[in-house]
């Protein structure tokens, strides 16, 4: 063997064990005890139901690893900013579950000021799409704030709280919507 088919056998078997390390697959594992000596009973020690729990906490703590390690999810600022737009979401969608069968056929999202009354021109359907629409928007902006905290941690740190505020009007204005239809 030459020193340039050393080298390839090398240089293969490291990136093998690299492939390895940075592979998503799971670790062979055992399936039974080897038999040392005549005297040693085989049994099996893998069980199959708890195999895809493993691989579930294995991938858990693989995202928690990557979380600590991100700078973003270490500022507590955003880290309260997404557990509140969640669940000012669920909130949100509760209580329409909870109250849709008291809801009038029309919703009166504007006021109008002329008249002194509110306009009821929205379908109580339209509330089904609401929090989806909020989701999405809380989503948006917890990416862009992603995006933007490498090179300006004071503008993330200006629209988390911005968010915040905007959800917490969010959801007082739509108690108050509730609170004038039923």
Same mark, same amino acid.
């Given at each position: 063997?030459?020193?340039?088919?050393?080298?390839?056998? /090398?240089?293969?078997?490291?990136?093998?064990?690299?492939?390895?390390?940075?592979?998503?697959?799971?670790?062979?594992?055992?399936?039974?005890?080897?038999?040392?000596? #005549?005297?040693?009973?085989?049994?099996?020690?893998?069980?199959?139901?708890?195999?895809?729990?493993?691989?579930?906490?294995?991938?858990?703590?693989?995202?928690?690893?990557?979380?600590?390690?991100?700078? *973003?999810?270490?500022?507590?600022?955003?880290?309260?900013?997404?557990? *509140?737009?969640?669940?000012?979401?669920?909130?949100?969608?509760?209580?329409?579950?909870?109250?849709? #069968?008291?809801?009038?056929?029309?919703?009166?999202? *504007?006021?109008?000021?002329?008249?002194?009354?509110?306009?009821?021109?929205?379908?109580?359907? /339209?509330?089904?799409?609401?929090?989806?629409?909020?989701?999405?928007?809380?989503?948006?902006?917890?990416?862009?704030?992603?995006?933007? /905290?490498? /090179?300006?941690?004071? =503008?993330?740190?200006?629209?988390? =709280?911005?968010?915040?505020?905007?959800?917490?009007?969010?959801?007082?204005?739509?108690?108050?919507?509730?609170?004038?239809?039923?």
């Amino acid at each position: 063997m030459d020193d340039k088919e050393q080298t390839n056998n /090398f240089l293969n078997r490291d990136l093998s064990y690299r492939e390895y390390l940075y592979s998503e697959d799971e670790p062979e594992e055992v399936t039974e005890t080897q038999v040392v000596s #005549g005297e040693q009973i085989s049994l099996g020690i893998q069980d199959k139901t708890n195999k895809n729990v493993y691989k579930l906490k294995r991938r858990l703590q693989r995202m928690e690893r990557l979380l600590e390690v991100n700078p *973003f999810w270490n500022n507590g600022l955003t880290a309260f900013t997404t557990i *509140f737009t969640i669940s000012v979401s669920a909130i949100i969608g509760l209580l329409i579950i909870k109250y849709y #069968g008291q809801l009038p056929f029309k919703i009166p999202f *504007f006021y109008n000021h002329t008249e002194n009354t509110w306009d009821a021109n929205y379908d109580k359907s /339209f509330l089904l799409i609401f929090p989806v629409l909020v989701t999405g928007f809380n989503i948006i902006i917890t990416r862009l704030n992603m995006l933007i /905290f490498s /090179f300006d941690r004071k =503008l993330v740190y200006f629209i988390s =709280l911005s968010l915040v505020m905007v959800n917490l009007l969010l959801i007082i204005a739509f108690v108050q919507l509730l609170y004038l239809t039923i």
